[in-house]
């Protein structure tokens, strides 16, 4: 059983900062890929960030030079400092780890006002 904590979401105004976190716990096998996908009202769930435990990273095109993603393979944490952010980016943002399966977080939500 793999369980995903999530935390760090709030209301900022557009041009700030907040910084996610995803802690996983449980039967995790070593090589796997943690990130965050995000899913706004009436919109699709999209990956957002994601980086493998080797450190290869994709970002979703909206969000490069804004958001970085980082990870801490010894505590098995994801995190996602997003900065600059704009009201588009208001969502509620959700870990995943994905290994043979993907596991998911309860999710967060980020709200940006203008």
């Known amino acids: 059983q793999v369980q995903l904590v999530e935390s760090g979401g709030g209301l900022v105004q557009a041009g700030g900062s907040l910084r996610l976190s995803c802690a996983a716990s449980?039967?995790?096998?070593?090589?796997?890929?943690m990130g965050w996908y995000r899913q706004a009202p009436g919109k699709q769930r999209e990956l957002v960030a994601i980086?493998?435990?080797?450190?290869?990273?994709n970002y979703v095109d909206s969000v490069k030079g804004r958001f970085t993603i980082s990870r801490d393979n010894a505590k098995n944490t994801v995190y996602l400092q997003m900065n600059s952010l704009k009201p588009e980016d208001t969502a509620v943002y959700y870990c995943?780890?994905?290994?043979?399966?993907?596991?998911w977080g309860q999710g967060t939500q980020v709200t940006v006002s203008s």
């Open positions: 449980g039967n995790i096998f070593s090589s796997n890929a």
């Open positions: 980086m493998t435990s080797g450190g290869n990273t």
């Open positions: 995943v780890l994905r290994t043979v399966v993907s596991y």
